[in-house]
């Protein structure tokens, strides 16, 4: 059984920054690529950003630049650096990975909220 867990999420004003991590646990095999999705209300879930083994990394348009993603030494944990947090940022960041895909991911967390104030 596998099971991820988000934290970092919370309420922040516009132009802040937050740091979201998210912890792989339980039988655990090589995972290839770990990132995050988000999900605001009435959209669907999108990525955000995400992080293959071979540390390539792939972001959103909307926010290049501004969020690092990046994964711990032990390679099932991953976190994202946000800075410059816009109102639009909101959303529900879910944290996933798969063990052979790049994104797309099999295995997913139940979610934390993040809340940018303007």
């Known amino acids: 059984q596998v099971q991820l867990v988000e934290s970092g999420g919370g309420l922040v004003q516009a132009g802040g920054s937050l740091r979201l991590s998210c912890v792989a646990s339980?039988?655990?095999?090589?995972?290839?690529?770990m990132g995050w999705y988000r999900q605001a209300p009435g959209k669907q879930r999108d990525l955000v950003a995400s992080?293959?083994?071979?540390?390539?990394?792939n972001y959103a348009d909307s926010v290049e630049g501004r969020f690092t993603i990046s994964r711990g030494n032990a390679k099932n944990t991953v976190y994202l650096q946000m800075n410059s947090l816009k109102p639009e940022d909101t959303a529900v960041y879910y944290c996933?990975?798969?063990?052979?895909?790049?994104?797309?991911?099999?295995?997913w967390g139940q979610g934390t909220q993040v809340t940018v104030s303007s």
């Open positions: 996933g990975f798969s063990y052979y895909k790049d994104f797309d991911f099999d295995h």
């Open positions: 339980g039988t655990i095999f090589s995972i290839n690529a």
């Open positions: 992080i293959t083994k071979s540390s390539t990394t």
